[in-house]
Protein backbone atom coordinates (compact mmCIF):
# COMPACT_ATOMS: atom_id res chain seq x y z
CA UNK A 1 0.00 0.00 0.00
CA UNK A 2 1.54 3.07 -1.11
CA UNK A 3 2.18 5.36 2.24
CA UNK A 4 1.27 9.30 1.75
CA UNK A 5 3.35 11.99 4.21
CA UNK A 6 2.44 15.66 3.78
CA UNK A 7 4.49 18.43 4.81
CA UNK A 8 5.29 22.15 3.97
CA UNK A 9 2.12 23.35 6.10
CA UNK A 10 3.31 26.14 8.68
CA UNK A 11 1.79 29.51 10.40
CA UNK A 12 1.41 32.35 7.27
CA UNK A 13 0.00 35.78 8.04
CA UNK A 14 -3.40 36.60 5.65
CA UNK A 15 -2.44 37.27 1.75
CA UNK A 16 0.53 34.94 2.08
CA UNK A 17 1.32 31.76 0.29
CA UNK A 18 2.08 28.59 1.24
CA UNK A 19 3.26 25.40 -1.35
CA UNK A 20 1.90 21.92 0.09
CA UNK A 21 3.47 18.73 -0.68
CA UNK A 22 2.50 15.03 -0.75
CA UNK A 23 5.07 12.54 -1.05
CA UNK A 24 4.38 8.89 -1.98
CA UNK A 25 6.41 6.02 -0.70
CA UNK A 26 5.58 4.42 -4.10
CA UNK A 27 4.52 5.16 -7.26
CA UNK A 28 1.59 7.44 -8.19
CA UNK A 29 0.74 6.04 -11.49
CA UNK A 30 -1.07 8.34 -14.35
CA UNK A 31 -4.50 6.36 -13.27
CA UNK A 32 -4.88 7.76 -9.87
CA UNK A 33 -6.80 10.06 -8.51
CA UNK A 34 -5.27 12.45 -5.86
CA UNK A 35 -6.98 15.06 -3.73
CA UNK A 36 -6.69 17.16 -0.87
CA UNK A 37 -9.13 17.16 1.59
CA UNK A 38 -8.51 19.93 5.22
CA UNK A 39 -10.53 19.66 8.15
CA UNK A 40 -10.52 22.82 10.43
CA UNK A 41 -11.29 22.14 14.08
CA UNK A 42 -14.81 21.40 14.80
CA UNK A 43 -15.57 20.65 11.45
CA UNK A 44 -15.53 17.83 8.66
CA UNK A 45 -12.66 17.28 6.67
CA UNK A 46 -13.76 18.47 3.30
CA UNK A 47 -12.49 18.54 -0.49
CA UNK A 48 -9.99 21.04 -1.43
CA UNK A 49 -8.82 20.15 -4.91
CA UNK A 50 -8.75 17.09 -7.06
CA UNK A 51 -6.52 15.86 -9.55
CA UNK A 52 -7.42 13.11 -11.95
CA UNK A 53 -5.99 10.48 -14.09
CA UNK A 54 -6.71 12.81 -16.97
CA UNK A 55 -4.39 15.90 -15.05
CA UNK A 56 -8.00 17.26 -15.11
CA UNK A 57 -8.21 19.51 -12.13
CA UNK A 58 -11.32 20.46 -9.84
CA UNK A 59 -11.63 23.05 -6.93
CA UNK A 60 -13.82 23.69 -4.28
CA UNK A 61 -15.72 27.12 -4.84
CA UNK A 62 -14.06 28.42 -1.53
CA UNK A 63 -10.64 28.16 -3.04
CA UNK A 64 -10.96 28.43 -6.33
CA UNK A 65 -8.60 30.77 -8.24
CA UNK A 66 -6.23 30.97 -5.07
CA UNK A 67 -5.12 26.89 -5.08
CA UNK A 68 -3.59 24.57 -7.79
CA UNK A 69 -3.36 21.26 -7.68
CA UNK A 70 -0.53 19.55 -9.80
CA UNK A 71 1.68 16.60 -9.51
CA UNK A 72 5.23 15.00 -10.75
CA UNK A 73 4.93 11.07 -11.63
CA UNK A 74 9.07 11.29 -11.79
CA UNK A 75 9.08 12.06 -8.07
CA UNK A 76 5.95 10.23 -7.14
CA UNK A 77 4.86 13.98 -5.70
CA UNK A 78 1.75 16.02 -5.73
CA UNK A 79 1.42 19.33 -4.55
CA UNK A 80 -1.01 22.17 -3.64
CA UNK A 81 0.00 26.08 -4.27
CA UNK A 82 -2.03 28.21 -2.36
CA UNK A 83 -1.95 31.91 -2.24
CA UNK A 84 -4.24 34.93 -0.87
CA UNK A 85 -4.77 32.93 1.87
CA UNK A 86 -7.03 33.76 4.65
CA UNK A 87 -7.60 33.12 8.34
CA UNK A 88 -10.87 30.56 7.41
CA UNK A 89 -8.10 28.58 5.37
CA UNK A 90 -6.79 27.57 8.58
CA UNK A 91 -7.29 23.59 8.60
CA UNK A 92 -5.42 20.24 8.78
CA UNK A 93 -4.42 19.72 4.95
CA UNK A 94 -4.69 15.81 3.69
CA UNK A 95 -3.74 14.28 0.85
CA UNK A 96 -5.54 11.58 -0.18
CA UNK A 97 -5.09 8.58 -3.23
CA UNK A 98 -7.95 6.75 -4.67
CA UNK A 99 -6.66 3.63 -7.50
CA UNK A 100 -8.89 0.93 -8.13
CA UNK A 101 -7.97 -1.51 -5.30
CA UNK A 102 -6.69 0.53 -2.74
CA UNK A 103 -6.88 4.37 -1.17
CA UNK A 104 -5.02 5.67 1.12
CA UNK A 105 -4.31 9.04 3.54
CA UNK A 106 -1.42 10.99 4.97
CA UNK A 107 -1.16 12.09 8.43
CA UNK A 108 -1.87 15.63 7.46
CA UNK A 109 -0.25 18.48 7.65
CA UNK A 110 -1.44 22.10 9.76
CA UNK A 111 -2.24 25.31 8.17
CA UNK A 112 -2.31 28.31 10.54
CA UNK A 113 -3.54 31.40 8.67
CA UNK A 114 -3.49 34.28 11.52
CA UNK A 115 -1.65 37.66 11.76
Known amino acids: QVQLKESGGGLVQPGGSLTLSCAAS????????VSWYRQAPGKQRVLVAT???????TYADSVKGRVTISRDGTKNMVYLQMSSLKPEDTAVYYC?????????WGQGTQVTVSS
Open 96 to 104: YLKRLLMSN
Open 26 to 33: GVIFKSDV
Open 51 to 57: ITSGETT
